[in-house]
């Protein structure tokens, strides 16, 4: 079976770098505004940092632990992986390289120039100079390398300028090594004075006065580097004795990261071979580990680029601005009172998160409602829901929130926030030991005419505001009784650490998720070529799922998949998935929702909710997914995904080899985001006019 599977899956890392050349595509698209493709090489950048520190370093563990270990979709082993890997990465250094020296060069004659050195203008070089001796000089802690003075553990992702030291005395010569770590606490740029936004890297300033730094040496070599460590905390790590607070083992762990292995070094200049065996030597690594990059390996500060340009001279360089808007669908007063006679569906960014955020600050101060009760996964520095989870529980609800502390690279925010809400009298609880809860799902249980009721929020994202600003996600609100009453099961078997729970409308893994798909999946196949699936999500890897769409396939099923990030199944397989499509998104917003939608017309049934399609998310996640049981609100959701399947300008088609190409030119130009951007802006419609997407929809 293993082998039958490989004839039409491909391997889920190499998947993913095909995903984020696509990204880098965004960076190359001249309908796009220079600083926002400038943006896009960063967020190129940033996801390649963490796709190394936590998909290449479990690569490196299960290769060092499990030499036999082979990936069931390409047959690969870790090591065969990791060669693949490296040798499909330095081609995309070199297109990343390009791309940015040609954004540089476009943006330079309207004055804003990232320099070097040599660029610099005499006034300029003087403003520096006099900038590094009192701003930068004294923050500096320069060392040696001898045997007096060992190699330093560098931290993951910052740079370090360093250089071959020579002095000579006594007629004797002595060669050492010679490292400065470039401040954190200091500004990444250096902006030069003048009405142009001309700025230089504070590690180009350190280079230049190297020689002032390690003032008795000769110095040669001069370069920055970077490394990269190995992130992902194994299982066992994350284990903890049932007896300790989960806070403590989380803060436990977290220092583990700043000193694991090192899984890739950038430089900046190519390293001669003396220094390159150096690195290898003390790093444990091999030269193909080492990467050399001609542009900066820092680039969060293109973000605030923006900001320091006049207003008029902003908008020829951004995307034009975009503000969540008022949902069309929610009128003005209570929120409580709007979804007991309708549900509502909210589709962000386009949407505002504003709705969701009301209906808790309502149930804080509704006498009616006696708990609240929500899964937390990511949430915003700032975060009004959690003010208002807190007033709740001042106010005498009873509010439970599930906090998942081991929320990549958010564990902090999530440990800070956990404390905040227990100081306020909320019951905290956290997520099991084998098992994270990425599920969305918040409760409200009050009290109408004697009777219990409810209202439950279901949604595809975070309840983060500040990413609700910038992913696409969806966020049902729904009076149901039967989706109430199984939110209630659901939380109680949380509180028990009861993962097989008996759930009648909800879809929750790890035991009632995958299944329950797969179900809706036969049911199609039994229908032949009239059966129909369209289901949207981040990432494919899970076997079960692709050897079911296979199969559809096969049936005479038509399958579109649209797939923003990894994808395993490969299309157009003769005799296998041809039958299938796979289109991915990439645009001015993340693509977020998952939506798993079955059959057409009236007999459509849709699903939304926090699971992809991934093993992780199936089987070794607590998710929650939900039907949309609403006619009107599934023709709504329908009318999404017919819009982002006709998408010809961000979307990319998966070929057979698993590439991704643009897609035909057609005499409609058809942008999904700008479609739904647009119409969030429309003013609010007369009742006598069909809503846009019901519209759509009847197409």
């Keep these: 079976m293993a082998e039958e599977i490989q004839l039409y899956a491909q391997n889920r890392e190499l998947s993913w770098l095909r995903f984020n050349q696509r990204v880098l595509e965004e960076a190359k698209d001249t309908r796009v505004p220079l600083l926002e493709r400038l943006k896009f090489v960063a967020i190129f950048t940033s996801n390649f940092d963490e796709f190394f520190m936590i998909r290449v370093g479990s690569l490196f563990d299960v290769a060092q632990t499990d030499k036999k270990n082979r990936d069931i979709r390409s047959g690969l082993t ?90 000579t005395k006594g007629g004797k010569e002595k060669l050492l090594k010679g490292i400065v770590p470039v401040p954190a606490f200091v500004s990444e740029i ?89 690195f290898c030597q003390k790093f444990k690594i091999t030269p193909r580990q080492i990467f050399r990059t001609k542009m900066p390996m820092k680039l969060d500060y293109v973000f605030a680029l923006s900001e320091k340009l006049p207003e008029e001279m902003r908008k020829t360089f951004v995307y034009p601005p975009f503000s969540p808007q008022p949902s069309k669908q929610v009128e003005p007063g209570s929120m409580m009172c709007q979804i007991r006679k309708k549900d509502v569906l909210l589709f962000y960014p386009y949407d505002s998160m504003e709705p969701f955020l009301r209906l808790i600050k309502e149930a804080a101060y509704d006498p ?23 007033a709740a529980a001042e106010n005498g609800k009873e509010v439970t929130t599930l906090i998942e502390l081991r929320a990549r690279f958010d564990e902090q925010n999530n440990i800070d926030w956990s404390e905040r809400l227990e ?12 098992f ?45 009784s039967r989706i109430g009453r199984d939110g209630a099961e659901f939380f109680n078997n949380m509180a028990t650490g009861n993962l097989k ?10 035991f009632g998720f995958k299944n329950r798909i797969l179900d809706e999946m036969d049911r199609e196949i039994e229908k032949g070529s009239r059966g129909r699936i369209i289901m949207k999500m981040n990432s494919l890897t899970d076997v079960d799922c692709m050897k079911k769409l296979e199969k559809a396939s096969r049936a005479g099923v038509s ?29 001015r917003f993340l693509e977020h ?107």
């Design 78 to 167: 870790a090591s065969q992986q990791l060669e693949r890997i490296f040798e499909e990465a330095a081609p995309l250094y070199k297109e990343r390289d390009r791309v940015y020296a040609e954004i540089k060069k476009e943006l330079n004659p309207f004055g804003i120039c990232g320099l070097d050195i040599k660029e610099l203008k005499q006034q300029e070089r003087k403003y520096v100079k006099k900038q590094f001796k009192e701003q930068i000089l004294p923050l500096l802690s320069p060392q040696i390398i001898d045997a007096n003075h060992p190699f330093p553990h560098l931290v993951n992702k910052e740079l370090y300028v360093i250089a071959s030291l020579k002095m």
């Design 190 to 278: 250096l902006y030069l004075p003048g009405q142009d936004l001309r700025y230089i890297r504070v590690e180009k300033v350190i280079m230049e006065y190297l020689d002032t730094v390690f003032e008795p040496y000769e110095v040669s070599e001069a370069n920055y580097i970077c490394v990269t460590r190995n992130a992902d905390i194994s299982p066992e790590d994350e284990a903890m004795d049932v007896t300790e607070d989960f806070r403590k083992q989380m803060r436990k762990a977290l220092p583990k990261r700043k000193r694991m292995a090192v899984v890739r070094l950038e430089t900046a200049e190519k390293l001669q071979p003396e220094m390159e065996q150096f």
């Design 368 to 390: 009616s409602v006696m708990t609240i009760k929500i899964t937390i996964y990511r949430l915003a520095k700032k975060a009004k829901l959690v003010e208002y989870l807190c």
């Design 423 to 434: 100081e306020a009298g909320c019951r905290v609880i956290y997520g099991f030991e084998d």
């Design 436 to 480: 994270k809860v990425h599920s969305k799902i918040c409760l409200i249980t009050y009290r109408n005419k004697g009777e219990i009721q409810y209202i439950t929020q279901i949604g595809t994202g975070n309840y983060n505001e500040k990413t609700a600003a910038m992913y696409t996600d969806l966020s049902l609100m729904t009076a149901d």
């Design 501 to 510: 729970g008996d759930y009648r409308e909800l879809l929750v893994a790890p």
């Design 559 to 587: 399958v579109d998949l649209l797939v923003r990030g990894i994808c395993c199944i490969l299309p157009g397989v003769p005799g296998h998935t041809d039958n299938i499509r796979v289109t991915s998104i990439v645009g």
């Design 593 to 699: 929702p998952r939506i798993y939608s079955f059959g057409e017309g009236d007999c459509q049934r849709i699903y939304i909710g926090s699971g992809d399609m991934m093993t992780r998310n199936t089987q070794k996640r607590v998710e929650v997914t939900c039907p949309i049981l609403d006619q009107e609100i599934r023709q709504q959701i329908g009318g999404y995904l017919k819009v982002m399947l006709s998408d010809n300008v961000k979307a990319r088609v998966m070929q057979m080899d698993g590439s991704l190409k643009k897609k035909q030119e057609a005499a409609a130009l058809v942008d999904s985001q700008q479609v739904f951007m647009d119409r969030a802006m429309e003013e609010r419609p007369q009742k006598k006019k069909l809503p846009w997407w019901k519209r759509f929809w009847k197409r």
